[in-house]
């Protein structure tokens, strides 16, 4: 690989290089851009949050080199985004240029935010009950009095659109008027990774040795299978070895640019600081969705509910990316087949697990497709003063016991 070095003086550009490689290490949040758009905190309990962001003060914004004028109208239904486990929030606020919820802002609707938090060790008891039937109907409900709609439009990516269909076909049946699901692996023994072929190969002994003598994995304590950030972070970075790689060896050409670095470090960041798994979510994902592959039959048990996603009668958009070494289009597919859904689309971008949701070309495809499929199902815009008059105002009452109305830089 040819190397193109700047067009700096030597010297200036040798300062620079020593300059950024010292403070990526020692003043990392020096060169972080991620989550710097406003917002308000609407709820907290424990590790759990739900955040909004207000509307976009500037007429136009930067997407990607592009300009974005802002809409003066805007959409009834607000939008929330809902991360996976294994990554913060902030991944849909990278960069001023690359922040989908600035897109969304830009394109009128409401957006809103969940954040899972930061598990540790000490949470590892934290199950799909808690995420999807006791946090995710908490923060609809802190949503839907905030905005004074009735239902909102949900955008999950990766686990975040498995957390929302549960949630959705538990209780959300009214309450979800649009659902989006962004490489999300329904059926996990087609899924890309070496995961997708274990658990297809243990799938018919792990059931046998279940029924033979007894063996279940919910006997087994929460903290055996709790897995650690940093391991989450090796494993995501060796389904694309070439790709991280390739991407370093791009860093070093261009480390006297500031900007350059500013861009890899954040990106860096999500691949390498990931949070905790819980321990009693990974078994349950393990049991229920892996060896036993029920999210791809449809019903399954949650917290001693029976989950049916034939209960799902909202719109479906579901997109899978060509080149995603961890969810593949089979995967992701999967979902159209099992939920009862009349309007539902599938949809295939290019780009791997993270490069088809906030990739360099995410934002003309992925981010287009969504948002196009979500004006055409959000009721007719209104101009921004008449929605601003519909919102609830913040008057410091707590939409539930646990709401907390405070301002976020």
Not at 17 to 33: I, N
Not at 104 to 112: I, K, Q, R
Not at 220 to 235: A, C, E, P, Q, R
Request: net charge positive; with cysteine.
């Amino acid at each position: 690989m040819a190397f193109h070095f700047p067009r700096l003086p030597f010297i200036e550009y040798s300062k620079a290089a020593v300059k950024h490689s010292v403070g990526r290490r020692f003043s990392r949040h020096r060169y972080l851009l991620q989550n710097k758009s406003t917002r308000q905190q609407l709820l907290r309990e424990g590790l759990f949050s739900v955040h909004y962001y207000p509307p976009l003060k500037e007429d136009r914004v930067q997407v990607e080199g592009d300009t974005v004028a802002v809409a003066q109208k805007r959409y009834a239904i607000p939008v929330l985004l809902v991360p996976p486990l294994g990554v913060y929030g902030w991944v849909f606020d990278l960069m001023t240029e690359r922040s989908l919820v600035r897109y969304f802002l830009a394109h009128g609707f409401a957006v809103y935010m969940i954040d899972w938090g930061r598990p540790s060790n000490s949470e590892n008891y934290l199950s799909l009950e808690t995420y999807t039937l006791n946090w995710f109907p908490k923060a609809v409900a802190a949503i839907r009095q905030h905005s004074g709609q009735a239902q909102v439009s949900i955008v999950g990516y990766c686990m975040g659109g498995l957390l929302s269909l549960i949630y959705t076909a538990a209780e959300g049946k009214n309450q979800v008027k649009n659902l989006v699901t962004i490489a999300s692996p329904v059926n996990m023994h087609q899924m890309s990774s070496a995961i997708g072929k274990a658990y297809q190969l243990f799938s018919v002994p792990a059931s046998l040795l279940r029924r033979v003598t007894g063996f279940d994995l919910n006997d087994f304590d929460s903290s055996l299978f709790h897995v650690n950030g940093k391991l989450l972070s090796i494993g995501f970075q060796l389904t694309q070895p070439t790709a991280m790689l390739s991407s370093y060896i791009d860093l070093v050409r261009n480390i006297g640019n500031q900007d350059y670095v500013s861009r890899y470090t954040t990106m860096n960041e999500w691949f390498t600081n990931m949070p905790d798994y819980p321990g009693a979510t990974m078994r349950e994902m393990i049991e229920k969705f892996g060896l036993a592959n029920r999210m791809n039959h449809g019903h399954f048990h949650i917290g001693g509910r029976q989950i049916s996603f034939k209960n799902i009668k909202c719109a479906l958009l579901a997109i899978a990316g060509d080149n995603d070494a961890i969810t593949s289009i089979g995967a992701a597919s999967a979902v159209i087949t099992v939920v009862g859904s009349l309007d539902k689309s599938f949809e295939v971008v290019p780009g791997g697990h993270a490069g088809l949701f906030t990739g360099t070309q995410a934002v003309k495809t992925t981010w287009v497709i969504v948002t196009d499929w979500l004006k055409r199902r959000s009721g007719e815009p209104v101009f921004a003063r008449n929605a601003e008059a519909n919102d609830v105002k913040d008057t410091g009452e707590q939409p539930v016991n646990t709401m907390q109305n405070k301002h976020e830089e």
